[in-house]
């Protein structure tokens, strides 16, 4: 296992739509490996493969305190949803900025294993978030994306302000 760079915005790869993975191949199971590993570094709940440089729609979560709770979404679909929440949320790839985005309360996820296997799982609270959250990812969309106008404005002057302090 390997630790991949985690990509910063405004990375350009971070806005890629991503392809569907059509083959569960040897390849596959090593990146979502290094991906999982790469999370637990970071501190992560999440990390979508995007996040490091990888553009096909596969992603991994763990939301438990003690790393016990891996999932594992290859080609992720949300087919169902219900209710909003709004929390706050932050992002490997955005360090250091954290705002609260409105999103579904609960959602129904078809997606497959490393294997090929095809599952479906419901989930809610921090789980459903942090899913949705990773989806976006794999579509190109950050949760910066889904704030309210003023609240993107906020975000634009941190980050002129970021980019002055390096
Ligand atoms: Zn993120």
Redesign the pocket.
Known sequence: MALLDVRIFPDPVLREECSPVNGFTGELAQLLDDMKETMYQEN?I???AP?VGETIRATVVDVSEDGSDLIELVNPVIIASEGQVSSE??????PDYRDTVVRDALITVEAFDREGTKFTLEAEGILSICIQ??I??LDGV??VDRLSRLKRDMFKRWLKKQRKIQ
Request: with cysteine.
């Open positions: 992560g999440g990390l979508a996040q949320e932050g992002c490997l790839s955005i959250h990773e976006d990812h950050l949760f």
